[in-house]
């Protein structure tokens, strides 16, 4: 699993810009509160709602990025390619032969080391 930066992580930069906007409000709000005697609820309002929006980010699941997309696209395309060009050689079942030929040289190793005894594998 790859890390990402903190910087160029997307719920990173969404939560400086929340509370950036939050501390904003903030300072517009704590002389407003005293002009209009609304005590402290503008301020706790601005808390919770940047806090709301906060946790709404951190809990949004992960959206991948267009670049991995298309990167995951491409190499479907290309092994769609390579299954094509596999299938109309003209020697389709090469695979079975090269395990075929195998199996034939496993075993007649096997037969020789038998036929020596005395010697340990």
Known sequence: ????????????????????????????????????????????????????GTVAVWLAPEQHRREDILAVKALEDRIANLETICTSLPEANRGEKILEYKLVNQLSRDGQQQQRPGRDR
């Not at 992580?9 to 509160?33: D, E, H, M, Q, Y």
């Open 1 to 52: 699993m790859r890390h990402k930066s903190v910087k160029n992580n997307s719920k990173n930069r969404a939560t400086v810009s929340i509370w950036g906007a939050a501390v904003g409000l903030f300072a517009l709000c704590i002389p407003l509160s005293a002009a209009t005697s609304s005590g402290p609820i503008l301020p706790i309002l601005v808390m919770l709602c940047a806090t709301v």
